[in-house]
């Protein structure tokens, strides 16, 4: 679990890239700058893991690009202690970005082997999850709801009902949608019946499967 001096050059370089590609929020820079990529990747992808590219992490999926990970933290809109939901635990460097951007993350897994591994390597670096749960993301965590944002990190067709009722009014909802290809949307809510919709171009993730635990 070595994080060198050599690998914080490496994640400043890659802080001005995602600058250079149009990431402004600090909040989002500072915590990218701050967390060893490197230790969510498998140890052969190490002298990779501060390229903005995704990796394989076993269990099929991957971990999404750094610029894609600040991109979605972005649209969020943090603040400190914000309850944020998120679908698609995956390696946990997700989680990790919006732990350090001060949110409570609620953090849902469907693969037990990636589960297992996050809720291992967690506690090593320090990051502390609100909640950490082995399950269906489609139906979100009800008893844990509302939420003040809520980040989907895989593919969607559709966007599931129950997180759209599980968002706080004024809530901020961050999914890529589609089949082959995904356009990045962010759903506010108003109030109880109306979501304010926008689009941001095109994205690639793994898809967002239901009921396949």
Do not use: W
Not at 30 to 41: E, T
């Amino acid at each position: 679990m070595k994080d060198t001096a050599k690998h914080q050059g490496l994640r400043n370089q890659l802080v001005s890239l995602l600058q250079q590609k149009g990431i402004t929020d600090k909040n989002v820079l500072d915590a990218i700058s701050k967390i060893p990529r490197h230790l969510f990747l498998n140890s052969s992808f190490e002298d990779y893991a501060y390229q903005d590219k995704a990796f394989p992490i076993g269990a099929g999926q991957t971990i999404s690009q750094p610029y894609t990970v600040a991109f979605q933290s972005q649209l969020l809109e943090v603040k400190k202690d914000d309850k944020v939901l998120e679908i698609g635990t995956g390696s946990g460097y997700q989680t990790a970005v919006l732990c350090t951007m001060g949110a409570k993350v609620y953090s849902v897994e469907r693969q037990n082997e990636l589960f297992k591994k996050t809720s291992v390597l967690f506690p090593k670096l320090g990051i502390r999850p609100k909640h950490l749960s082995f399950g269906d993301g489609y139906k979100g965590l009800p008893l844990h709801a509302p939420f003040d944002s809520i980040i989907v990190t895989a593919g969607a067709p559709i966007i599931p009902k129950p997180l759209m009722a599980q968002l706080k009014i004024g809530g901020r909802l961050v999914i890529p949608l589609g089949e082959e290809v995904q356009i990045m949307t962010l759903l506010i809510r108003k109030n109880a019946t109306q979501f304010e919709k926008h689009e941001f171009g095109e994205f690639r993730f793994v898809p967002l499967l239901e009921d396949k635990n």
